[in-house]
C-alpha cells in the first residue's frame, strides 16, 4: 500500500510535474479518512463518517497549494483488475481489485472520475484510470479515494454507493498508510 506522500508523487507525475514539485497532499478537516465534516460545506455534517479520502489540492516545494481540479489525470491506487463502474454525484466510481496482498482482500474505490477503463482491464499501480470530473453545484471537483476489505464475492454488477453505505464502516480501511 501506498503512502498519501507516495501517491503525491504519482499525481505529480502523470501530470506532467516532477516529484519535487509536489510536497504533499492537503487535507483539511472532513477529507481525511473518518472525518464527520462536509468540507465543502463548513458548519454541515455528514450522516455516517468519511469512508475514504478526498483529494482536492497539494502544496509544492513552495509551499504554494496546487489545485487538482477538473481533467487532472488520476494514478490507481493499486494493482489490479478493474471489477466495476458505476455512477456518482460528480463523475464515475471505480472499482480496483487488488491482487498479490498478502494480508487480504482488498477493492480501492476512486470516485468523482470521468473514466478511460472499463470492467476487466488490468491495471498496474500508478497507471492513468481517467481525470477528475467536473464540479457540482457546491461541490468542487476533486478525488475521492476508498479502500475496503471483503471477504465473500461480492455482487459486482449491482455495486454502487446506495450499496457501499449500507455495508458496516468496520468494511472500510485508510487507502494510505
Known amino acids: 500500500m501506498l503512502t498519501l506522500d507516495q501517491y503525491a ?22 477529507m481525511d479518512f473518518r472525518g464527520r465534516e462536509k468540507w465543502w460545506a463548513r458548519g454541515e455534517w455528514r450522516c455516517r463518517p468519511h469512508e475514504g479520502v478526498d483529494v482536492v489540492c497539494c502544496e509544492d516545494d513552495a509551499g504554494e497549494e496546487q489545485f487538482l481540479g477538473e481533467g487532472t489525470k488520476v494514478p490507481c491506487l493499486l494493482s489490479g483488475e478493474i471489477v466495476a463502474l458505476c455512477d456518482d454525484f460528480l463523475g464515475k466510481s471505480v472499482f480496483v481489485r487488488g491482487e498479490g496482498y ?74 494510505f498508510v
Request: glycine residues 10%; contains cysteine.
Open 102 to 175: 498478502s494480508f487480504g482482500d482488498f477493492v480501492a474505490v476512486h470516485a468523482h472520475i470521468l473514466t478511460k477503463v472499463r470492467p476487466g482491464d488490468r491495471v498496474v499501480t500508478g497507471e492513468e484510470i481517467g481525470v477528475i470530473a467536473p464540479a457540482n453545484g457546491t461541490v468542487p471537483a476533486h478525488l475521492h479515494l476508498s479502500l475496503f476489505r471483503f471477504s465473500t464475492e461480492l455482487p459486482w454488477g449491482d455495486i454502487d454507493w446506495q450499496y457501499l453505505n449500507s455495508c458496516d464502516l468496520s468494511i472500510f480501511l485508510n487507502p
Open 9 to 30: 508523487v504519482l499525481l505529480a507525475g502523470l501530470n506532467g510535474k516532477s516529484g519535487k514539485d509536489i510536497k504533499n497532499i492537503i487535507l483539511l478537516p472532513g
